[in-house]
């Protein structure tokens, strides 16, 4: 296959096995494990009993307060209300004794942010219908036939699409579904290119001669045969060696081979020989 298709698969295949193996664990990603998550809810009052002071802030809109008391989320009696939310009796009252506290007792209000209590209810804002009258600034005094505790809230800013999408992905690489996704993208992605792109001819390897090809060789006639004017002697007229598988020559037979190549004259002997060399020697170098 080509290297590419290969490197897809591997990817995905990568990324598969990591989403898997935490996903199917239930461990979250340690290194994209976020620590800002929502913060433990912070209670304001702890009571029976008390006066409270309503501000509207430039930070963002003030909810009012969130009540919380011990209990359990248990309907007994099937009829959609938290049994423990319903009997308590609870008021918000502003000076002119108009009431702010709104019960959320139904079974779609359930919280589950504080542990071994439930959410029984809201002060100066009513989470199930916006257009109740909520508070004004000032003091208002409240009073609990139970223990209860209350926690301010303010209204959440509206998130971009762009900060939902990028938390959605966040929350999917914590789990591991992100990758598991992913990973089934890039395989599919590689079974195209596996169809798509053709597969890599080898080409056979050629090897790289690091130096030259020819060799270049210098003879030297310093280990000939000399003369007695040092002039290299010809290699046949004074070869010692004799083949005697040769068949005789016929002819010329006292002379033999002449220094220069050619055959000596009948009746020709070394010395002949030796004073024509030397005297074809002396016009070479007199020319």
Sequence with gaps: MHPATNATFAISGSLLFIGILFFGTGTPIPLLDSTDDDPEVQFF???????????????????????????????????????????????????????FYYPAC???????????MIYIGQFCFNPNNSSSPGCTDGNYSMESSRYVRISQEFEKPDVSVLSSFASWIRDGLVSGVTLICGGLLLFLLAMVLAVALPEKSEEPVKKKRSGPTAEWRAYSLSGQERGDDG????????????????????????????KSGGLYLEGWNSEDSDAAYKKKVEDRRGK
Excluded at 66 to 85: F, I, R
Excluded at 106 to 116: F, G, K, L, N, P
Excluded at 244 to 257: E, L, Q, S, T, Y
């Design 45 to 99: 009052f702890s009571g029976t009993a008390t006066t409270l002071l309503f501000e509207q802030t430039d930070s963002g809109s003030n909810n009012g307060w969130a009540v919380y008391t011990y209990g359990m989320y248990n309907d007994s009696d099937g009829d959609g209300l938290w049994d423990d939310c319903y009997s308590v009796e609870i008021s918000l009252l502003n000076e002119s004794g108009v009431d």
């Design 106 to 116: 139904e079974v779609s209000t359930q919280r589950e942010d504080v542990i071994d």
């Design 231 to 258: 002039m290299p002697k010809a290699f046949s007229r004074h070869s010692e060696r004799k083949d005697i598988f040769r068949k005789p020559r016929k002819g010329n037979v006292i002379g033999g081979v002449h």
